[in-house]
């Protein structure tokens, strides 16, 4: 049977669930998908209201569960971001007498995993970077040395990250739950080899925070995440005298990440129930300039900190829901003179499914499934009926029910003939009767 996996997006704005069938070729496609309002249940990626957070869930796995057509998820993988993620150094040494062996790095590998940072959990280890007496090696085995050193990236964070997730999913019943890093998730399924050899920043800018990820020569340099998003602008928009909901919807359909000329006099209108109101475009997006300004400073001051930013050779890569703000990428060639283009689910990993695998609401989750290895859905019994006939799919669940309906089906008919007979012999002897007479 074809595996099915399910991966979930723990957004600010949205969780989103996926389900992907894997092909035998390795590419998935998508056979169900939708997503649930958290309605503030997280801030900035992290979970705030465990019993909340219980319900979004329950419902959304619910919702998917029911376009399986029996089936029943039993195993999700889940994506984890929030603002206490980030990157930390650890290096493993050894000394080798002769050639470097696969038992050698393993043994790195090893400590490694077991290594427990103070106050933090280690939620991910990137691949590490080797140096054979001090020089940088991609391959280590079978090259001679006199000592061996693995230098890691620890993604580390909060231990509550993990404790509330899996304390929240399971009390949905679910014990089976896989927690993925979805900041290298999304990087591994959007960044090309050559884009991480020359390298990029991939900013992914979300509601609630922006998660900043560089790589240089294939190697992950820092993983960041800053308590800012685009949920700041939509706020600080309310100062126009209008409601989260209006602003909102002005930021999405008339926002920009900078202020026009060509836009001095245009107005927006925004309809009430007592008479529309009207606000001057530029107003509005001289607040959204000056917020995203600020978001995108804390960005490249981020990167500074790894790297210069001009020596990234692919520059910024754009990701998230509010990457799409118009004038964006002008505002950071302008500012920064480096390269900023949008991304998507590279292609070849997803059978069709573009408007899933182009959509910042989704490619996260899809990032997230793309990472799955075992099945999570238990489906119905595939029961051929013949060499020649279609097969018949009979749910579980539903199985025990049919064979008592057949069953009294068989005992109606059996009924029905005994009373046919009974009648038959009735009329055989009446029909003497007369006779004889």
Known sequence: MTDKIVAIDLGTSHLTGIVGEKQSDGKFSIVAYDTEDPYSSIRRGNIYNLDDMAVHIKKLISRLENKLRGGRIEKIYVGVGGQSLRTIEHAESKDIDGVVTESDVNVLKNRCETYIPDLLDVLDIAPPVFYLDGRRELKPEGVACKRLEA????????????????????????????????????????????????????????????TVAIYKND?????????????????????????????????????????????????????????????????????????????????????????????????????????????????????YRMGVRFSAIRGGLVNGADDLTGNPLYMTAVS????????????PFVTPESDSDPVSVT??????????ERRKREKEAERIRKKEKRANNLRRMIGGLFEDN
């Open 219 to 335: 190697e992950l340099l820092n993983l960041s995440v800053l308590p800012m998003g685009s949920n700041l602008i939509t706020k600080d928009l309310t100062s126009l005298q209008i409601t989260e909901t209006e602003a909102e919807k002005l930021k999405r359909e008339h926002g920009s990440a900078t202020v026009c000329k060509e836009d001095d006099g245009e107005k927006v209108k925004i309809d009430r129930d007592n008479g529309p109101k009207e606000i001057e475009l530029n107003d509005l997006n001289a607040i959204i300039e000056g917020r995203i300004m600020e978001i995108i400073e804390n960005v490249v001051a981020r990167i500074r900190e790894v790297i210069e930013p001009r020596s990234l050779g692919q520059g910024i890569v754009l990701a998230g829901c509010a990457a799409d703000l118009k004038n964006l990428p002008e505002l950071l060639k302008d500012k």
């Open 368 to 379: 997230i499934m793309l990472k799955g290895t075992e099945q999570c859905v238990n489906m």
């Open 395 to 404: 749910p579980i669940n539903t199985r025990d029910e049919e064979e008592k």
């Open 151 to 210: 230098r890691y990236k620890l993604i580390v964070g909060r231990p509550s990250i993990r404790r509330d997730l899996l304390n929240t999913i399971r009390e949905r019943g679910q014990k089976d739950v896989e927690i993925i890093v979805s900041p290298l998730s999304l990087a591994d399924a959007m960044l090309s080899k050559e884009e991480k050899e020359l390298g990029c920043a991939l900013v992914d800018f979300g509601a609630g925070v922006t």
